[in-house]
């Protein structure tokens, strides 16, 4: 194993930075916590990203998203779009190829993912959205939950049951729906991390047969392709950030008896402690995306492994942190008395989301017992 | 970034695994007990080169570097081995650290913690067998023999160790103000090693445990089909390659002299005793009321897994160290 930071990294560091300073609209500092976006700076990123980043070194990923966080730069709102581009760059149509993916990688288009329903959570394939084809187009009815982004987005990439015969995973069909096709509704649903996801809802919305996504019942193929397209390492920086912020609050904070919180034993190996973690966290993601950027066959576990552990780890860090800074840990962010800026209490609130979104805890578990250990598969089919 | 083993650590990993896999076998892991020590084995590890390919005076300057031994000591630790290849390895990177030769017989440890106000070196790793130690007395580090005879005290871990005073002849290998220092890296390497072979045999304490969940039934199901079984293994060989990882960055810092080698050797040797407790615990505990009973080898591996940390004294007490090498702004050792 080889672990050398690439010879132009710290070069690569200060390029990132003074894009960000070039870039980032002044207005939507201090509001990273709602997940904002910004069209332009949007295509800023990805054009930056396609000339910056080579895509060979998992060290430029990883370097990227520090970079952002340390900046107060919230970037999750692209990821769906990067994942789709791809996708459709892999199993699209030709037309989806030259017309529809190159307005992803442009930024002319944002995609949210419609996957989960009200009634099914996890279970992805249980989705009761219906598509039905009447004549040559489309007619889908049915509800969507945690469409995060879909009130900037210009397409949701929705997954409906075209088949009700056929065994569950066998009659999915998915669509590029754009947002403002008549029957499209968003509703916004607050979150107690102060961004707000949304609530999509179909009604008799007609879209063509050139927005369907693969095959007709093959949906549950194209879910695979898009899944394995999620990037370690991509939005999964909070915990750097607020291990950044504990070292930075300790030592700048006076305690009782020994001066600087960071020479207390306690706070000192609490700190630490959430060290190891993180830098676990950064060689499981970095792994991955070497993995990735390499050609290397990956592992079924390592993907599920590195999001399971790094917003485990989180979480974990985040109640204890907040715990450690005592009583003004309650007042929240950018209200009078609030401790760093009221970071510590956001990561509270924060990590239950982590910990269900893009994949709950224990859908990562099983993925890993039955695909990577080989054992029985306990859920049902 | 390469996440890959290199040609020279699969070759290592081949030769080693092979070796154990046919000599270190759980029998006579069992017949090595009490003591923990085959001459037979430990002769089979001198021909693959233990630990003379950790010294550069061994090998015309190329010696084994830290990512490789790593590599050595995690088959180690993988088949419970009883020889005392962490402390040998470790020992013998303190000479080459002095321009020393490694001595042609008997068998030459670390004393990972100083003598006691008489001057002895109490529950010595590997002091059982072992003829010399490198060892930090008063302000030198020195290469010393053990006088007298030595007394094997029983253990948990079955290891060899005994209490032991060191000789009256001594080779001093490095005094004064850079005596401790030097002394610290020889502790980084060996909590590095110790961390790598716990990789091992938390790993192989893991794969038995799997096959055995995959077999035994229980309420007419495999008792891995459960999920309170199936996910905390998902988590242990996840958090086992976490950990495996780590050691290797912390290995390749201290071949680079990597100014973070310190806080990485920390880290790993903090994480991965911790680690090997909690899966083996709970390696022990999915095999039920069999688990507990000395018949059965998963109890071998739990053993170890809180013996071998203690060679050095609390594992816990890393954190501190690791702390006073995050926080504390000197460059670190």
Known sequence: MEFSDPPEAADFRERVRAFFAQTYPEELRGRRFERPHDKEFFRAVLNWQREHLSGRDAYETSAFFQEAAQAGIELTTHAPTRMIAETLEDIGTDQQKTDVAPRMRDGDYLIALGLTEPDAGSDLAAARTRAVLQGDEWVINGEKIYTSNAQHATHVFLLTRTNTEAPKHKGLTVFLVPIDTPGVEVRPLHTLAYHHTN???????????????????????????????????????????????????????????????????????????????????????????????????????????????????????????????GPAAVIPFEEEGAVSQGWFNYCLRDSPVRLIGGGVSEVMREIIAERRLGLPRARPK | MDFSLTDEQNELQAAFGRMFDEHATIAAVRAAEPVG??????????????????????????????????????????????????????????????????PESGIVT?????????????????????????????????LTDLAGEPRFLSNLGSSPIANRVPGDRRTVLIAGAQAHPTFDLALNDWKVLVSAALVGLAGEAHRITLAYVKERKAFGVPI?????????LADSINDLDG???LIHKAAWAIDSDDERAGRLTSMAYSYSTELAERITAECLHFHGGIGYTLEHDIQLYFRRAAAWPQALGDPRTELATLATRMFDGRRES
Not at chain 1, 298 to 315: D, I, Q
Not at chain 2, 67 to 83: F, H, K
Not at chain 2, 224 to 232: I, K, L, M, N, S
């Open chain 2, 243 to 245: 950990s495996r990882i």
């Open chain 2, 224 to 232: 891995g089909w459960f999920q309170t079984v199936a996910h905390r």
């Open chain 2, 37 to 102: 020590f085959s001459s037979d084995l430990w002769q089979r590890l001198g021909e693959l080169g233990i630990p003379y390919m950790a010294s550069g005076r061994a090998t015309d300057g190329v010696p084994a570097t830290m990512s490789q031994l790593i590599v050595v000591a995690e088959e180690y630790g993988r088949r419970l081995a009883p020889v005392p290849l962490l402390e040998s390895v470790t020992a013998a990177r303190a000479l080459d650290r002095a321009g020393v030769d490694i």
């Open chain 2, 110 to 142: 670390i004393a990972l913690r100083q003598a006691d106000r008489s001057g002895s070196l109490n529950l010595l790793a590997a002091g059982a067998v072992a003829t010399k130690a490198v060892a930090l007395i008063g302000d030198a580090l020195v």
């Open chain 1, 199 to 325: 609530m999509t809802l179909y009604r008799d919305v007609h879209i063509p047969d050139s927005a369907r996504i693969g095959e007709v019942d093959g949906g549950w193929d194209v879910m695979k392709v898009a899944l394995s397209r999620e990037q370690a390492g991509e939005g999964s920086t909070d915990l750097h950030e607020l291990v950044r912020q504990a070292i930075l609050w300790a030592e700048e904070s006076k305690a009782p008896d020994t001066g600087r919180m960071i020479d207390d034993p306690i706070v000192r190996q609490r700190i630490a402690r959430a060290a190891i973690d993180l830098e676990v966290a950064t060689l499981l993601a970095q792994r991955s995306a070497w993995a990735t950027a390499t050609g290397v066959p990956k592992n079924p576990g390592w993907g599920p492994g590195s999001k399971l552990f790094e917003t485990e780890a989180y979480a974990r860090a985040a109640a204890d942190f907040f715990a450690m800074v």
